[in-house]
């Protein structure tokens, strides 16, 4: 009796081929001798004959003497199978079966096989009601599936039992989406469902399937666009109409109801991962192993953070792979996925303080609620996301110094980071240092990219172009284009081209050299104008750019600028990164790419051509800041312009970019930031500070406060460095506004930059400039209490903005001074001035002071018992808040909302108003605007019969109140706690906070509150 193999045959088909004994991975050649592997293997330890093994090698072109070939194969397996065997013995792993061979593999030995099994006990759990079981099944299943089958092996690509595997997964997606759909875990499957629909578009139940999900995800607007397009495509190709399933689960969408099933507004949870790659090649055993780290971790609830590192040179595929793997394990981290980039090979890395202030507000926290220190925003980051469960991803650190601030403290979170240099000093993290793709990895990418057709008709030239880059994916892929991209050039052409390049091929091997060679070639290759493009494009650090950016550093036409970029596109010197909310491409210069262009540009372009180069491209975002800032009309400041040089787009262009005005400041965000510590670097301050007060709107707009202290303190220093005294007004002045808002309101800075805005204004003889530095003056005194000051600052205010034309800043001194009205207890001289603020807002449309009037009126008109239109105007300001998609401003809408319909008797409407006031400003960590809910949340308290929990609200809101020094918050709140204390028959307590309270009032010459407060102090 033949005896049984001491280590069980493992094959893997997905992806390159491979063989595996036991632990031991069995070397094959690629060819006709892995092609000879994959087909016994996908017999499945059946016989397979002669006929059938030739007719697979060879078709119907079978050469003389080609049996004596296969035998040649079976005899190299065998001796890499089973080295010891003696001479003249039988085969115990590949022994002969009838005219040809059979590969002894155990039941589930090959991967391929074992998917169609684990969905077959898939399927029959789910036949008998066990869909729990079930998706568990279907789950392992398409873990084994993690690139197509025999990728490596063309000549199998339409193999019988390949096809019907290919086909089974589709059907299988099916049946795994049933069981995700009865669990409610949509989610999971929704990425395998859309590539099912994608892959198959006339399936109708492919279709039924992801429209289906997409219900169940909340994308009812998503569902129904596939439905109609599919309709579409199905009368087209075919002349029907949709079946049953079909339109059966169109139906399911009708009949769901709207509030139900409505496009999300907005990213509540993150999803941040780069696009998984397509064609992902290889990485067998990283991949297993990254998702293992990844699957384990997301299940664990105690110990630190899983942090796992991928390290390799430059364009070995590291992102890659950490946003292939991150998809698949996304449904294990469903508190959302974080990506941020690091810089770490820029030259420049993002410092941590910046990186955590990034993923704060992916998380929530906006505004001044943003803490200042690294250490602080550290802990605010890690108390966010502790009992969460998410995957962070940070790409291309530094070293470990960039990254230890921002490790989560406890387990349920993961961390993948990617950098091209070892972390051996990151304690506890988990290490995969990613090397060079194997020969049969790199043809099975190069298959992937080319097409089929083209490497079975040259197998040879094939390996000979894998080889030639050296297992380096980012060459692969710049070859792979460039065939795909000329299908007329035969692959012996390139192959040969390869060849002669001996330096580079050398250098392909020998790691960092091998990338700037293969650019070298690339940059060569190109026309001078391309060359030229790709030169000025590497001045810039911007993250991506827009063809226009391109216009603008050649100084040429559109037309001509989307040439150069598609010849960089073309040659892999510019990579296509998606389309932004403009629908403008998208995009970005690898690292290496742009070190080597600033290399060329320093040997081939004189300074001066460089500095002008900067200077149009600066000028074009400038121009671009300009016009849509104008179109946002959300600045509470009026635009100051200097004499920096813009460089006008055509008219149709600048219509079409900023025609939404937030969607072009969302896709230049970055941008304008670099661009500003850019210019400001090489001399160009009027850019800079032009540029960082043309986005000051969309700051304040989006509570984006760190961008707006970083732009402007480095504008600043330019200008100080350049004695530009017009761009140190504009700068001091903005930041004085910066601080009116902030965290815990900064009266010394607010003094400090606007008294420096007030000098540097009268220096450069600004009247406007000088009329928006004394109302910052102003506010600074009133926030302190020094009525008289503040009148006299914000009517002088008053009179240089009328004398200057300035209508936005005539808009604001009335809002100014209407609050001092209000503080002083004369809402009839408020009113009259607010009405007076929104007059003019109508003449110069800017929504920001409108926001605040529209708010304050409602106060008003709520306190005197006008709450029909109270309401109606609060109404109108909380629809602008959400138009500036601010949340502290919604917050504080809603806490007025709330206590209109509390003073009018309407307790129970009054509570959800202002609870959500309370939610949205405890997660904006915005502590000024939780006191002001705390406080109406007191009242709220006390006017259901519970001072106890009014004195607890108030007294959390008065301890915020004065430790930001406010005088007119804190006066109210201590009037309101002497009357919780009175409820509670605490009156020597009420006594004591309404003494307080009247110095304040007093203070604030508030005469009608001194009276009221004098009545309850006088009572019995």
Not at 402 to 423: E, F, H, I, K, M
Not at 821 to 834: F, H, L, Q, S, T
């Amino acid at each position: 009796m033949v005896g049984e193999p001491e280590e069980a045959l493992a094959v893997e088909l997905f992806g390159p081929v491979r063989l595996w004994h036991g632990s031991r991975e069995v070397p094959v050649r690629p060819g006709q001798q892995r092609a000879l592997l994959a087909l016994l293997a996908l017999a499945a330890g059946r016989p397979v004959g002669r006929a059938a093994i030739e007719e697979t090698l060879w078709n119907r072109d079978r050469p003389v003497g080609a049996w004596n070939v296969v035998q040649t194969h079976v005899k190299r397996l065998r001796a890499a199978l089973e080295p010891e065997r003696a001479a003249r013995t039988s085969s115990l792993l590949l022994p002969r079966a009838g005219d040809g061979y059979r590969l002894r593999l155990p039941p589930d030995g090959v991967d391929l096989h074992r998917f169609g099994s684990l969905t077959q006990r898939g399927r029959d759990a789910q036949r008998g009601g066990r869909q729990q079981r079930a998706f568990a099944w279907f789950r392992e299943a398409f873990a084994q599936w993690q690139a197509d089958p025999v990728a490596d092996v063309p000549l199998l690509a339409e193999h019988s039992t390949v096809t019907a595997a290919v086909e089974r997964r589709w059907t299988a997606i099916s049946w795994y989406t049933e069981a995700a759909l009865a669990l409610g875990r949509a989610a999971d499957v929704i990425a395998l469902a859309e590539e099912a629909a994608r892959a198959n578009p006339l399936d109708e139940r492919a279709q039924a399937t992801l429209i289906r999900l997409y219900q169940a995800l909340g994308r009812r607007d998503t569902a129904f666009t596939t439905f109609r397009d599919t309709r579409e495509r199905l009368v087209d190709s075919l002349g029907v109409d949709p079946g049953r399933e079909l339109s059966e689960a169109y139906r399911q969408v009708l009949r769901a109801p709207a509030d139900a099933a409505t496009e999300p507004a907005g990213p509540d949870v993150p999803r941040q991962l780069p696009a998984d790659t397509a064609d992902f090649t290889g990485r067998r055993e990283e991949v297993r192993r990254l998702r293992d780290l990844l699957t384990t971790a997301a299940t664990r609830t105690g110990g630190p953070a899983t942090v796992v590192t991928l390290t390799g040179m430059g364009g070995i595929g590291k992102t890659t792979l950490a946003a292939h793997v991150g998809h698949r394990v996304a449904g294990a981290y469903p508190d959302g996925q974080l990506y941020v980039w690091l810089r770490g090979a820029t030259g420049a890395p993002v410092p941590p303080v910046d990186v955590l202030g990034t993923v704060l507000r992916d998380l929530g926290v906006t505004g001044s609620a943003v803490p200042n220190g690294v250490d602080d925003r550290a802990r605010l980051y890690r108390s966010r996301i502790a009992g969460r469960r998410m995957l962070l991803v940070f790409d291309d650190a530094a070293n470990e110094a960039q990254l230890r601030p921002l490790l989560p403290g406890t387990a349920g979170c993961a961390v993948v980071v990617t950098s091209r240099y070892r972390l051996d000093a990151l304690a506890g993290a988990q290490h995969i240092d990613l090397g060079l793709l194997d020969r049969g990895e790199a043809v099975a990418l190069l298959h992937r990219l080319i097409g089929p057709a083209r490497t079975q008709a040259e197998p040879l030239a094939t390996v000979e172009i894998a080889a030639a880059c050296a297992g380096v994916p980012l060459a692969l892929r710049v070859t792979g284009a460039r065939l795909a991209a000329r299908p007329h050039w035969p692959l012996a052409y390139l192959a040969d081209r390869l060849r002669d390049q001996r330096h580079r091929l050398e250098e392909l091997r020998t790691g960092d050299l091998a990338v700037r060679s293969s650019l070298a070639a690339s940059y060569a290759g190109i026309r001078a104008g391309a060359r030229r493009a790709l030169r000025r494009l590497s001045l810039l650090d911007v993250a991506d750019i827009a063809a226009w950016t391109v216009a603008a550093l050649m100084d040429c036409a559109p037309h001509a600028a989307d040439a150069a970029v598609d010849a960089l596109v073309n040659a892999h010197l510019l990579t296509p990164h998606g389309a932004d909310r403009t629908g403008t491409p998208r995009y970005r210069l690898h690292d290496l790419v742009r070190l080597y262009g600033r290399e060329r540009a320093l040997v081939l372009d004189p300074p001066g051509v460089r500095r002008e180069a900067m200077a149009r491209a600066a000028g074009a975002w400038l121009f671009l800041a300009d016009t849509a800032d104008a179109r946002l009309a959300c600045r509470y400041l009026s635009r100051r312009v200097g004499t920096a040089r813009r460089w006008p787009l055509p008219p149709d262009l600048t219509e079409r970019l900023t025609t939404a005005p937030t969607a072009w400041f969302d896709a230049e965000r970055g941008n304008l930031l670099t661009m500003v510590g850019q210019t400001a670097a090489q001399g160009l301050a009027g850019h800079a500070w032009e540029l960082a007060d043309a986005a000051m709107g969309f700051y304040e707009m989006r509570d984006l406060r760190d961008d707006w202290a970083t732009s402007h303190q480095v504008a600043l220093a330019a200008c100080d460095r350049l004695a530009d005294v017009r761009g140190r007004a504009v700068i001091s002045r903005n930041l004085a506004y910066r601080a009116t808002g902030a965290h815990e309101c900064d009266i010394e800075q607010l003094r400090r930059y606007a008294s420096a805005a007030s000098a540097s204004f009268a220096a450069v003889d600004d009247v406007r400039g000088r009329a928006d530095a004394m109302i910052l003056l102003g506010e600074a005194e009133r926030m302190s209490g020094a009525t008289p000051a503040a009148a006299a600052l914000f009517h002088q205010a008053l009179q240089l903005a009328r004398a200057g034309g300035d209508e936005l800043t005539e808009s604001v001194a009335h809002i100014e001074i209407a609050q001092l009205c209000r503080e002083r207890g004369n809402d009839r001289d408020a009113i009259r001035r607010y009405g007076r603020s929104l007059r003019l807002c109508a003449r110069h449309h800017n929504i920001r002071p409108r926001y605040h009037a529209l708010r304050m009126l409602g106060v008003i008109d709520v306190h005197h018992g006008q709450f029909a239109d109270g309401e109606a105007r609060l109404r109108e300001a909380l629809r602008l808040a959400q138009t500036m998609r601010s949340p502290i401003k919604q917050a504080q809408v809603l806490r007025e909302i709330g206590g209109a319909l509390l003073v009018s008797g309407h307790t129970e409407l009054a509570a959800p108003a202002l609870h959500e006031a309370y939610t949205l400003s405890t997660g904006a960590a915005h502590d000024i605007e939780r006191a002001f809910a705390l406080r109406w949340l007191g009242r709220l308290a006390l006017a259901q019969g519970d001072p106890r929990k009014a004195k607890v609200a108030l007294t959390d809101a008065m301890r915020i109140f004065s430790r930001a020094a406010l005088t007119f918050p804190m006066a109210l709140t201590l009037r309101d706690l002497g009357a919780a204390c009175a409820a509670a028959d605490d009156h020597p307590g009420a006594r004591v906070h309404w003494r307080a309270a009247r110095r304040l009032f007093r203070k604030l010459s508030n005469h009608a509150a001194v009276t009221d407060l004098d009545a309850a102090l006088a009572a019995p």
